[in-house]
């Protein structure tokens, strides 16, 4: 099996914080960028964050930038999303993605991504 499984989202009132994880399963999260994607109702799917394969660069979508930190933990097959300062903008649901054979770090296309998880609610209260 090959897939991701985003957990930690939640309910959460404007200035606090979620960490989100995404657990990833099978041959496909080594070696890869990784990356988080954020969609709203009505809205299209935005770039939030990623990280490359050893977790040396991140890139940051600029709604996020200075509040999110993403990372990632290889010999557990997983990848974080901290979010802190969250606002109610940021209410969205949230996807984990694995990115395409050796795409850039910075890659913010849905397209450059080829597997994706469930997703999981974030939700920002005034």
């Known amino acids: 099996q090959e897939q991701l499984v985003e957990s930690g989202g939640g309910l959460v009132q404007a200035g606090g914080s979620l960490r989100l994880s995404c657990a990833a399963s099978g041959r496909i999260f080594r070696n890869s960028v990784m990356g988080w994607f954020r969609q709203a109702p009505g809205k299209e799917r935005e770039f939030v964050a990623s990280i490359s394969w050893n977790g040396g660069s991140t890139y940051y979508g600029d709604s996020v930038k200075g509040r999110f930190t993403v990372s990632r933990d290889n010999a557990k097959n997983t990848v974080l999303l901290q979010m802190n300062s969250l606002k109610p903008e940021d209410s969205a649901v949230y996807y984990c993605?694995?990115?395409?054979?050796?795409?850039?770090?910075?890659?913010?296309?849905?397209?450059?991504?080829?597997?994706w998880g469930q997703g999981t609610q974030v939700t920002v209260s005034s």
């Open positions: 993605a694995r990115g395409r054979s050796m795409i850039p770090v910075g890659s913010s296309s849905p397209s450059q991504y080829n597997y």
